[in-house]
């Protein structure tokens, strides 16, 4: 029942901004953390940034000047706004929730969603 659904995801040129956004379904309880993740061919996932439901944010080395995640958790959402692209930012981002589903047995589990690709062209 747990659904991510991304979008914002395209093809961008070096110095230019997409903003990501993901949206989790009704199903989606009791958040405590949400982010995103990106990957390239041969390389595993890797983290780019999380927030959790009382704010304190994780944003990986390289994209820490240039990108900003962000929540809004009653909408069930987290937003990436993301400046300054460079060639290397391209991949595959995956969105993630660390939610449980029940408020009776609030154990979280993880959940992703399908991925979005970011292009960044010369």
């Known amino acids: 029942q747990v659904q991510l659904v991304e979008s914002g995801g395209g093809v961008v040129q070096a110095g230019g901004s997409l903003r990501l956004s993901c949206v989790g379904s009704?199903?989606?309880?009791?958040?405590?953390?949400m982010g995103w993740y990106r990957e390239v061919p041969g390389k595993q996932r890797e983290l780019v940034a999380t927030?959790?439901?009382?704010?304190?944010?994780e944003l990986a080395d390289a994209v820490r000047d240039r990108f900003a995640i962000s929540k809004d958790i009653p909408k069930k959402t987290v937003s990436l706004q993301m400046n300054n692209l460079k060639l290397e930012d391209t991949g595959v981002y995956f969105c993630?929730?660390?939610?449980?589903?029940?408020?009776?047995?609030?154990?979280?589990?993880?959940?992703w969603g399908r991925g979005t690709q970011v292009t960044v062209s010369s």
């Open positions: 009704a199903a989606v309880r009791d958040i405590r953390k």
């Open positions: 993630y929730f660390h939610a449980a589903t029940s408020r009776s047995y609030p154990a979280a589990d993880e959940y």
């Open positions: 927030i959790s439901s009382n704010g304190r944010t």
